[in-house]
């Protein structure tokens, strides 16, 4: 009987395992990678030896030695050199989170503005954003810069456009309530209210679902956030004792003062990337079909609740993605703040360089910290979005 | 940092990080032969130290010096590439090798001549870190200025020598640090700042240049620190450094052994053996040198020696008028001595 026999094609050899293959080529990738940095890394330490440059991040328990015109925190030039970046990293953090919301704000409204079905409403903000968004910020800043600097008058000349501002080309200093012990206990009423809203509004939204009956969460909230701490001031007498901006010497003291700098290049990221921004809303809101709103229109939905309850949220979907990025770009931006002299991260970390002459330290540092914000932003916003994304089931 | 900023520190990374830097004995000189002129970092502009002319050429103290080293290396002054360079930009652009030298009102100082791994060439030019406020503060010197607003350029011995100043005199201050010298200086002359500080001959240069009306400021008579300032190169390169060095020297020897530009064809017939050494009638020390034998004549005769170059961009025939005070040489009360040259 002649036996067939079945020969069963060998093994395929690993080589034709895609799987492996795949898996033999990304390690070799990486090891190519790692290999070419440690090659950089080596050649840099050689070199800067071989040149007798000092290295290493032991430069920054020294002395710094210079001085730096605005800090969040105190600061001297007997600090060191860690302090000093930390400043730089403060002002770039609190014109970045500050340019944010602002320019949130306005991108909002003129993104809105924009559909107004207002001729006149809708052409301005086209024009404003037209204009700005194609202007380099470079050139936006020193325009903010310049008009600050050369139309307000000196500090003897201030004009005062209300009691106790002061607007000068040193900036605007206004006056801020000295420390009382009832404003502890002001915030403290704020968070209660704010706890207490949240809480109002989560049983009103089951109540309405069990019952159908409406509740006025807002007005109640509003009430609540404000008037808590109001009461607590009446109650604790009603302290206030402003500590006002006076002329001494060169300068205004006392009170806060907002530098020319400072306001140059928040109105410059601001106004800038507000442009962006009020593009992403109105894309966001126009891809919302119209016939959502008359499905809306049609369940009797009134106008802000149509507005609140069916368009926002499927806006949200389209907008946080992209406005991620123009966070981003607005963070990373605000390190122009060294052509027009805001002391930021950059424009400190330069000065550190160039006394210690460790550029690659240096701008090692500068680049960790960008990379640390931004892709903090990124988790957060990534965070926000899958909150308000479509869930499909 | 602006883009071009940027640019060269990220230029000098990547040489530090990507390939050797030429750094053996010798290799400026070759580098500069082969590319036909040499690399010469000056300042953005600072009347009388390095500024485009009428005609766009560059002139000035700094560039005087590119100019007598280019006569020497190639018996014509004009074989310079002048590569405008800020305080901030200027040690990355020499670390990693786009210029091969600064001429650019550099301060000499301990930390840069180790850390940074630079060489400074001899001091040509004393000076001294100074104050300019406008008239009408009715301020009469340093000590009145407790609170001001001052501006002031980054990446300079001036921004130390400032804070230190005032910590030592238990004053504040508030700083305005802003990098191009021309926006530095019409943030300052818009009123943005009480006081603008730099070395006094930088200051009064910028006051007679920039100022709306020059008339109303003036620079206060107190000087916080020593600027000399000196051409500098890389570490590393030990026959380039004595290259500067006595180029410089050379134009120091010329005034006082009285050689100028007019009369150094008469003098290289002198029997003084000292100038007919220098002038290269008797070889040796262009040999030394690795250039040409008549280095010293060419930089003479081709750019002059130093008080002539100091009178034509700064002194007496400027509008600048420059007082010689320390930068006079030794025979005359001043500072500047030139090592023998035998």
């Known amino acids: 009987m002649a036996t067939d026999i079945i020969r069963r094609p060998a093994r395929p050899s690993p080589w034709r395992n895609p799987a492996v293959r795949a898996s033999v080529f990304q390690v070799l990738f990486v090891a190519a990678v790692l290999a070419l940095g440690a090659f950089l890394v080596h050649n840099t330490v050689v070199n800067l030896r071989r040149q007798n440059i000092a290295s290493g991040f032991s430069f920054l328990d020294r002395e710094a030695a210079f001085g730096i015109g605005e800090s969040l925190i105190p600061y001297s030039p007997a600090d060191t050199y860690a302090r000093a970046f930390l400043v730089g990293l403060l002002n770039t953090l609190y014109v970045a989170a500050l340019g944010i919301v602002l320019a949130t704000i306005l991108g909002t409204v003129m993104g809105i503005a924009r559909l107004s079905r207002n001729w006149l409403i809708s052409k301005l903000a086209q024009i404003y954003v037209e204009t700005f968004r194609n202007i380099p910020l470079l050139l936006q800043l020193f325009f903010w810069w310049g008009l600050l600097r050369e139309s307000a008058p000196a500090p003897r000349q201030s004009w005062e456009p209300l009691p106790d501002v002061f607007v000068s080309n040193r900036g605007i200093a206004f006056p801020l309530p000295n420390p009382e012990p009832v404003y502890g206990w002001m915030a403290l009423a704020l968070c209660v209210g704010v706890v207490a809203t949240v809480g109002i509004s989560r049983w009103a939204r089951q109540r309405q679902a069990r019952t159908g009956e409406q509740f006025p969460t807002g007005w109640v909230g509003l009430g609540l956030i404000l008037g808590l701490p109001l009461i607590v001031f009446l109650g604790g007498g009603a302290p206030l004792s402003l500590d006002r901006p006076e002329l001494k010497g060169f300068n205004f003291a006392g009170g806060h003062a907002v530098s020319p700098e400072f306001a140059a290049l928040l109105l410059g990221l601001v106004v800038y990337t507000g442009t962006f921004i009020a593009e992403i809303v109105r894309a966001g809101i126009l891809a919302v079909s119209w016939g959502q709103s008359e499905a809306a229109m049609a369940l009797g939905l009134k106008s802000g609740q149509r507005t609140r309850l069916i368009v926002l949220p499927q806006a949200l979907r389209v907008i946080i993605p992209p406005i991620t990025s123009t966070y981003l770009s607005l963070t990373k931006n605000s390190s122009l703040a060294v052509a027009i002299g805001y002391p930021d991260l950059v424009s400190v970390a330069n000065t550190m360089i160039n006394q210690t002459g460790q550029a690659v330290e240096g701008i090692t540092m500068i680049m960790a910290v960008y990379l640390t914000i931004s892709l903090t932003i990124s988790v957060l916003m990534n965070l926000y979005n899958r909150a308000v994304a479509l869930v499909e089931r | ?342």
């Not at chain 2, 786009?98 to 550099?106: K, M, P, R």
């Not at chain 2, 009469?140 to 011995?157: E, H, R, S, W, Y």
Request: proline share 4%.
């Open chain 2, 1 to 342: 940092m602006t883009l071009r900023g940027w640019f060269g520190t990220f230029a000098a990374i990547a040489c530090v990080l990507g390939f050797g830097v030429t750094a053996q004995a010798g290799a400026t000189l070759d580098k500069v032969k082969q590319a036909g002129q040499i690399s010469c970092g000056v300042p953005t502009g600072i009347a009388g130290f390095a500024a485009p002319d009428s005609q766009g050429h560059w002139a000035g103290f700094d560039v005087d010096v590119c100019r007598a080293l280019s006569a020497a290396i190639f018996g014509a002054a004009d074989k310079v590439k002048y590569v405008p360079l800020t305080a901030q930009q200027r040690f990355t652009a020499l670390q990693s090798g786009e210029v091969d030298l600064l001429s650019n009102n550099t301060t000499d100082t301990l930390q840069r001549d180790t850390a940074l791994g630079l060489n400074f060439a001899p001091v040509v030019f004393y000076d001294g870190q100074g104050f300019m406020v406008p008239k009408k503060l009715g301020v009469k010197g340093a000590k009145d200025l407790n609170g001001a607003t001052i501006c002031v350029q980054p990446g300079t011995t001036t921004e130390l020598n400032l804070a230190d100043y005032f910590r030592a005199n238990k004053m504040e201050f508030k700083p305005v640090v802003i990098e191009k010298l021309d926006e530095a200086l019409s943030a300052f002359f818009s009123g943005r700042c009480d006081v603008f500080t730099g070395d006094s001959s930088a200051l009064n240069a910028n006051r007679l240049s920039q100022a709306p009306n020059p008339d109303d400021y003036v620079i206060l008579p107190e000087r916080i620190s020593k600027e000399p300032l000196a051409p500098v190169v890389r570490h590393g390169d030990e026959e380039w450094n004595d290259i500067v060095r006595w180029v410089v020297y050379a134009l120091i020897e010329a005034e006082e052994k009285g050689i100028t530009q007019k009369n150094v064809d008469d003098m290289a017939k002198s029997d003084d053996p000292n100038i007919k050494r220098m002038l290269g009638v008797t070889p040796g020390m262009g040999k030394a040198l690795g250039l040409d034998e008549k280095w010293a004549y060419n930089e003479i005769k081709l750019v002059g020696n130093y008080g002539e170059i100091f009178d034509r961009t700064l002194g007496k025939d400027t509008e600048l008028k420059f007082d010689r005070g320390l930068n006079n040489l030794w025979t005359h009360g001043g500072l500047l001595y030139a090592m023998p040259i035998r």
